[in-house]
């Protein structure tokens, strides 16, 4: 739609839907290479990844097909640089808007100024009980596992029950905001007034100042306690949690990590830019 309403701002040229459609097609495959052919170049990109980056800890595994079921990445620069990060691991999939489709998953952490530090990322089919055990097991592999090490994350069960097997040594925590919204979903009646009173909870540094808050999540709905306590305190609470989780009680930096990665993880082409080479292969199609 952007380049038909471009060429009749520009050059006063009426194009249907169709034509340009295959005219951006043909140009964005000239420009970049074709996307489905471009996965058979995946082997030989990792090759040269571990032969630049030595250290470096990446896989690929195919289908019986030869066809693309997962790929793993971590750096030599992240691994060696986790020993002076948070023992907080961040992980968290995020859709692939490509034509063929896919899921990013990402662990990442904060160093010890907060900043986000990128530890591995893999691309997968679905976030499945297979795709994130393989991630699980590649990531220990690359990075093993470190004295007080705390794992955040949303309460996806694919993601919960690979953690629990390939990570049974370490405390799995949940996202204080993820709790929130399924509270919300749970108990819609005064859902607009959970917000100050949950994180109130979540971030309690004593046992006074948490049940001070749970007793006002008490009085807006009596079923917030139970369903708190059947999630388990220790999941979402600061003052009960096995480990340090410093003042991480969410997984934001999962999501900012996505925020930023949302031209890569999509299809969108700035039609401006190829208007003036399509122009040679309009009369083609």
């Known amino acids: 739609m952007d380049i038909k309403e471009e060429l009749t701002y520009r050059y006063d040229i009426k194009m249907n839907y169709m034509k340009a459609w295959r005219s951006k097609e043909h140009e964005v ?7 489905s052919d471009s996965y058979s170049l995946i082997p030989s990109f990792l090759h040269m990844v571990e032969k630049t980056n030595p250290g470096s800890v990446v896989d690929l595994k195919t289908t019986e097909e030869s066809s693309l079921l997962f790929v793993f ?58 795709s994130w055990k393989w991630f699980f ?24 029950k690979a953690a629990r097997e390939m990570y049974p040594e370490i405390t799995h925590s949940y996202c204080g905001y993820h709790i929130l919204s399924n509270l919300k979903t749970s108990f819609k009646q005064h859902a607009a007034k959970y917000n100050l009173p949950f994180f109130g909870a979540v971030k309690a540094y004593t046992e006074k100042q948490f049940e001070f808050h749970m007793a006002e999540l008490d009085g807006l709905d009596k079923g917030i306690r139970p369903y708190l306590k059947k999630v388990g305190y220790e999941k979402w609470s600061r003052i009960h949690s096995q480990n340090k989780r410093y003042s991480t009680m969410t997984s934001n930096i999962s999501e900012s990590l996505n925020a930023t990665n949302v031209a890569a993880r999509a299809t969108n082409y700035n039609a401006a830019r190829i208007l003036e080479s399509i122009g040679a292969t309009i009369d083609a199609y």
């Open 29 to 35: 495959n000239d420009l970049r290479g074709n996307a």
């Open 73 to 130: 990445m971590a750096l030599d620069a992240s691994i060696k640089g986790w020993g002076a990060c948070r023992p907080i691991v961040f992980v968290d999939g995020t859709f692939l808007k490509a034509a063929y489709g896919g899921t990013l998953l990402c662990a990442c952490t904060q160093d010890a100024q907060g900043h986000i530090f990128l530890l591995a990322f893999c691309v997968v089919d679905f976030e499945n009980d297979q």
């Open 137 to 160: 097991k590649k990531f220990k592999e690359a990075y093993g596992v470190r004295e007080h090490q705390c794992l955040i994350s949303d309460r996806n069960e694919s993601l919960i």
